[in-house]
Every structure is written in structure tokens, then in C-alpha cells.
């Protein structure tokens, strides 16, 4: 069975770094994009960032560039967002997800996706 599971989030204080992990089972990632999306209390669930079967990288949201990263460990099966410079506004749950079809393209959010069980991320002093 597919499944993802993200881990890493917590409490952090604004400028710090957080360093979130996407663990897959059921299926290698190898050959999938990966993207992060994000959804805050009462507000719309919103992309973050992707990376491409080959290392790509796709910012959906201008205010992470410089401060996010995404990377890939397939050997791991695992994807990591890294997240330095932390602001308030980027308190969230935090969702990996990939495409249920055509998975080598960046997921669009769409509800029929796969999606981990998120992972809350507070910025707050």
C-alpha cells in the first residue's frame, strides 16, 4: 500500500530552522515528483515547493524562495524540506503528496492525490 509520512515539524522560534522528512513505503520514489504543500489554521491548503524524478525544483510560493530547499535521498526513499529563516506566516501543516496519475509531474493539490497525514510547523516566540 502506498503510503507517506512526514515527520520533523514542531516549535520553532522565528529565524530558526526546521528540517521536514517525507517517508514513502509501498512504492520506490525514484521515478515520482514530490511536492510540499502547506495549509495554515482557516486559510486554503497552498504549494510550497516540488522536486522533479531528476532533482528539479519548482517553487510554488515567491516568499520560500531563499529560504526553502528541497532535496531527495532515494536510497532512503525519503524527500526533505529544509527550512531556514522561519516567519510567523509559515505556521502550517505541512503535506507531502504526489500525483495518483501521471507521476513524474509536480502535483497540483489535487484532493484524489496522495497525501501524507501532515506535520504541524508553529513559528512563534
Known amino acids: 500500500q502506498l503510503q507517506l509520512v512526514e515527520s520533523g515539524g514542531g516549535l520553532v522560534q522565528p529565524g530558526g530552522s526546521l528540517r521536514l522528512s517525507c517517508a514513502a513505503s509501498g512504492f520506490t520514489l525514484d521515478n515520482y515528483a514530490i511536492g510540499w504543500f502547506r495549509q495554515a489554521s482557516g486559510k486554503e491548503r497552498e504549494g510550497v515547493l516540488c522536486?522533479?524524478?531528476?532533482?528539479?525544483?519548482?517553487y510554488y510560493r515567491a516568499s520560500v524562495t531563499g529560504r526553502f530547499t528541497i532535496s531527495r535521498d532515494n536510497a532512503k526513499n525519503t524527500v526533505y524540506l529544509q527550512m531556514n529563516s522561519l516567519k510567523p506566516e509559515d505556521t502550517a501543516v505541512y503535506y507531502c503528496?504526489?500525483?495518483?496519475?501521471?507521476?513524474?509531474?509536480?502535483?497540483?493539490?489535487?484532493?484524489?492525490?496522495?497525501w501524507g497525514q501532515g506535520t504541524q510547523v508553529t513559528v512563534s516566540l
Open positions: 503528496t504526489i500525483r495518483q496519475t501521471d507521476g513524474r509531474l509536480c502535483p497540483a493539490g489535487r484532493v484524489d492525490d496522495y
Open positions: 522536486i522533479s524524478s531528476s532533482g528539479g525544483v519548482t
